[in-house]
Structures are given as C-alpha cells and as structure tokens.
C-alpha cells in the first residue's frame, strides 16, 4: 500500500473542509424565546421572601422537569455552573479552614468554589483509565480538618461513586458531583450526578445542551436544597422572614436564571438523550477505527458506565512511538484534524496555589489562622495527572462539531496516515 505523505511535508490534508460545528439550538428554541420576550417578563425573581422568591413560570417548569428527567426531588436552577458549584460548597455546611479533596484534572472553578467559601482546596490524583478522581488517593489525603469530596465526572465519565460514597460514610464527609461534562449518562442504571448529597450540570454553550450560560444543581436532600436555594438568591435578606434559623453561609448571591433561559432549556432537555447517543454512536466508530493503532490507547468506559464523550481521550505510548505529543498533533493539525488538546489543566500548578495567593496580597486563607497545616501543592502530589498533562494525553473535543459517519470516518484516515508516517516524523523530530 502507498502510504500518502503527510499534509505537513506537503501532501494533501485528510479532511480537506472543517466540520461542520455543533449546534443544538432550532426552531423550538426561538419559538420559545419569542413568546418570552413578547410577555416582556425575562425574569421574574424577587430577593425577599414572596412567592417569586423561587422565580417565574419558565424557572419552576424547566426545574419540575429535570426532576423528573434526573430522577431527583429538587432542580434548582442558576446562572452558571460556576455558581452552582459556590451554592453547593457552601450549602453543605462547609466552614472556613475546612479542607475539601478534589480533583486537579478539571476546570479551575471546581477547585475555586472551595476557596470562595475560605475552605482549603486538597488534591488528590486521578484514575489513569477514567481520568476521575481515584478514590485510593483520597483516602491518603483525608485529615481531621476534611469535611467533603468534590469528585469531578470527567470527559463524560463518571467518578467511582460506590468507593467515593463508601468513604464520604465512613468518614461523615459530604459528597458534591461536578458533572458538568457528562449530562444524561448513567452510573449503574441512575443517572450520573445524582448519586452525591449535591450534584449538578453545566448549561454552557458548549457543553451537549445548553441556554448560553447556565446550570443546574440536583439534591435529593430538603435542607440541601433550601440552602441552595438561599444562595442563589440572597439569602441574608430572606432568612428572617421564611423563618430560617440556621445563618451558616447564608451569604446570598444574585445566581438566578432568567425565564428565556429556562424556555431555552425546557426544549434543550427534550434534546438531551438523542444529543448524547449521537456523540456516543460517533465515539464507537471512531474507536473502532482507531483501537488496533500501536501505541494509542482508545477510551476506557466501566461497564456499569456510560460515556457523554464531552471530550474523547486518548493515551500516546511516547516510547512506544518514539515521537512527541507536540509533532503528533501537528501532524494530525495538518491533516485538518482540529480541536485537539495536548494535556489538560493541573490545577494546583496554577499561579494561585503554588504562590498561595488568594484573597488580598498576603497569603489568605493559607497563611491566616483558619488554615491549620502546611498543605502541599508542589509538583509531584498527583503524578499521575501531572504525567498525562506533561506527555501523553491527547484529547479531541466532540462538542464542537456535528460529526456524521463521514466526519468521523475522516477521522479515523487522517489518524491512520500520520500513523503509517510515524517513522518518517522521527526523522524531523
């Protein structure tokens, strides 16, 4: 067989056109939009306690529905998954200089929502097969000062929540969820981020459904779920009059979600399985086209799991191949391969926590008294995720693009001929 030369030495690009790019936004979408807009109520919140203190019809009906759809006995819905991990942090009760595990391998408000609250950020490594947080390595980073987990179901993928809530017991540590990235998957039958004392779902722009910027916060938990709910909605001035009596982090935000949003998410929610089982469908026949290329590792899914496939990862044998993420990506770049992403956020080797600089310019909370040890941020606490990051992980992000059969099958050619020229890249290496 002929093997072409590569798009980067001048041969001719295995996907000649860029994809076309995701929208799960149609028709419904506008139509619901419009009927909003015309009743001129684009959000109907009061921050005061009165029957509007819960928000307007569109708010109370895309709750009521993902309820359902999550099977859980509280939605509540807020402006960004960002606040909603800050609500769930605080809801649970968590108290300044109390430490918090969580995941280094995710996006950097997961971490950050501990901090807002004066908590401790302690990372534990992850899973090299899930990407998730490794229950082992939480247990070695649980000390008298842990009052909760936040494990991060990444890529799609959900955390090992047997082990995690086996651990949060026996412990009496409170369990957040961050599955921003895997909506309407299923851990063991139930749907993933359900199985948390909080948990919740990003509906940002990018993600498999969304309302521009948005979230959603899920509890089965009543007192849980009437702190969140506080939180997002100014909780110092409701207390009083709804008859609360414990004040703890009742520092109200306005994290409230606007009725055009919620219409938006009403029809989106409708969407959400077919949207998942598309990507799902894609992610298979790329794996089969992909799995049998020496020193490339396909996607890993437990089998009590299912993959969203937010992103789809992949592992490089840099030994094995004797080339560098770096020129594997350019070459895959070449061949017009786009959205891929070499390594992935560490978060504790962020400025913020290796310089412990916060809060103000002196150190807070790290050097205050709230901070009750020295705790460890250097490189080297999560080598595994520090490994991945530095080398060998090699992502392509499936929610940019639509991706029918065609697409992926250029996929799949384009991963094949800079393979067949791997020998070829070593000499220019």
């Known amino acids: 067989m002929t093997v072409k030369t590569l798009a980067l030495f001048g041969g001719s ?6 994809f076309k790019r995701y929208n799960s936004i149609g028709q419904e979408e506008l139509e619901s939009v419009k009927s909003i807009v015309e009743s001129g109520v684009l959000s109907q919140f009061l921050g005061c306690w009165d029957p509007d203190f819960y928000g307007g019809p569109k708010v109370q009906e895309f709750e009521r529905q993902c309820e359902a759809y999550f099977g859980v006995k509280h939605a509540i819905t807020v402006n960004s998954w960002t606040s909603g991990l800050i609500a769930a942090v605080g809801a649970i009760g968590i108290e300044p200089g109390d430490e918090v595990i969580v995941s280094p391998w995710t996006m950097c408000a997961s971490a950050t929502a501990i901090l807002m609250w004066n908590a401790i950020p302690v990372f534990a490594d992850i899973e090299p097969e899930t990407f998730c947080i490794n229950p082992s390595s939480i247990e070695k980073n ?4 842990t009052k909760a987990i936040l494990a991060i179901d990444i890529f799609g993928h959900s955390a090992d929540m047997d082990a995690i809530m086996d651990i949060a017991e026996r412990h009496g540590l409170k369990v957040i969820s961050d599955t921003a990235q895997a909506p309407g998957t299923l851990y063991k039958s139930q749907k993933t981020g359900t199985l948390a004392h909080v948990g919740g779902y990003s509906l940002n722009y ?21 702190r969140l709910q506080l939180i997002r909605n100014h909780a110092e001035a409701v207390v009083e009059d709804k008859g609360v009596h414990n004040l703890t982090n009742m520092v109200g935000y ?35 086209g992909l799995h049998e290329l020496e020193g490339l590792r396909t996607p890993i899914v437990n089998p009590d799991c299912t993959h969203a496939y937010y992103m789809y990862p992949l592992i490089l044998d840099i030994d094995k191949l004797g080339v560098s993420r770096t020129r594997i990506i350019e070459a895959l770049a070449a061949e017009g391969v786009d959205g891929l992403a070499g390594g992935y956020v560490n978060v504790h080797l962020l400025p913020m926590y290796q310089q412990k600089i916060a809060f103000g310019s002196k150190g807070f909370p790290w050097t205050s008294d709230i901070c009750r040890r020295d705790v460890n941020y250097t490189k080297g606490i999560c080598p595994v995720a520090e490994g991945l990051h530095d080398s060998s992980f090699l992502g392509y992000e499936m929610c940019v693009y639509e991706l029918t059969d065609t697409d992926v099958d250029l996929i799949i050619q384009a991963f094949k001929k800079v393979w067949a020229n791997i020998e070829k890249l070593k000499l220019v290496e």
Do not use: S, W
């Open 13 to 18: 690009k295995a996907i000649p056109e860029p």
């Open 142 to 145: 649980i000390t008298p000062y």
């Open 206 to 226: 990018h993600k498999h459904i969304h309302t521009g910027e948005g979230g959603l916060l899920v509890t089965n938990d009543d007192d849980i779920a009437e």
């Open 254 to 288: 306005n994290f409230r979600l606007g009725e055009m949003e919620c219409a938006i998410g009403i029809e989106q929610l409708k969407k959400l399985d077919d949207l998942v089982a598309g990507r799902q469908r894609a992610a298979e026949r790329l794996t089969a």
